[in-house]
């Protein structure tokens, strides 16, 4: 048996940290029942490009769910969920706070049909607070907490952040490891409970460091002057000859000197501390004078903790990764094509047993109800 199996997880969110979250149950598991908007269902079924019906985004945050497409806002809702929520162990919502209390599903409503619920709501700044109501996306949390002003292109301006870190190190991953906390606290007490899961606040420990240096010893990063914000040679990318880049990270020492070996650094450069700026542009000089092919022929096999940056369809190709099974799972649309699943941070002994599994058309459990509740 999978660690979840028999929880019957309620899916009321939308777009990426809550379904992820889902997802993530599901994987270990749990049965997810997607409750979707009437006539439309979840935005981002509706995302570019396709694969099948519905966006490939959806399809594989999606894997294995179900979907009962509902106007929340319709007199027959609460009789319609009722016996759903009763049999419930875990209620996800998405939405901005006051919106499921409007709807009579907020936590004390439903805590009455079902005391051992546990319920999970995912949002920017939380359940209350000054910005508890306000419109935001993953860049503003990242924004706001000072993440994103540790980055700095050639021109100094902060870059684009290619992970939506708060959405899922802020968002969905806190949110299933409060979920999975509650439900073993039920199993001492019996209750359920509410949790609320701030995204924007989840962000702060990604910066741990940044906090740590500027609370204890007054030195506050700024983008190209710390350790992990490419002031220091030792943690930093350099590019090659033929327009690829080297991510080089021989933090400990150890790792250091054998990169200076490698690179045939002189001895004046090798000890960083007097002046890294210039330690820095020696090795970005040694390693732009050849081919990334030279570079990855030169560190494979030494400890140096440098790698040539790849692209994503290359990561996919890599043979560690497959050895490791990373994508031997797979989504199904509803014509035969599959892809692969995206990878989910359990572990394969927890996993549900399934290789390929499809994803819910919009409603196609409505006709069940009965037998889903």
Known sequence: MTPLEGTRVLDFTTLLPGPLATLILAEAGARVIKIERHGRGDEMRSYEPKFGTDSVNFALLNRGKESLEVDLKSPEAGALLRPLIERADVLVEQFRPGVMKRLGLDYNAVAEINPRL?????????????????AAHDLNYVSETGLLGLTAGPDGAPVLPQALIADIGGGAYPAVMNILLALLERERT?????????MSENVFTFLYWAIGNGTAGGEWPEPGNDLLTGGSPRYNIYRTADGHYVAAAPLEEKFWRRFCDILGLEETSRDDSRDPGATKTAIAERIASLPADHWRERFEGEDV???VVRGVREALEDEHFKARGVFDRSVEDGDGREIP???LPVVPGFRRPELRLGYPALGEDNASLEEVG
Request: aromatic share 10%; proline share 6%.
């Open 118 to 134: 546990v319920y999970c709501s995912i949002s920017g700044y939380g359940k209350e607070g000054p910005r508890a109501g306000v």
């Open 341 to 343: 699943a995206l990878p």
């Open 305 to 307: 903790c440098c790698t």
């Open 190 to 198: 019996g209750e359920g409970a509410y949790l609320d899961v701030s």
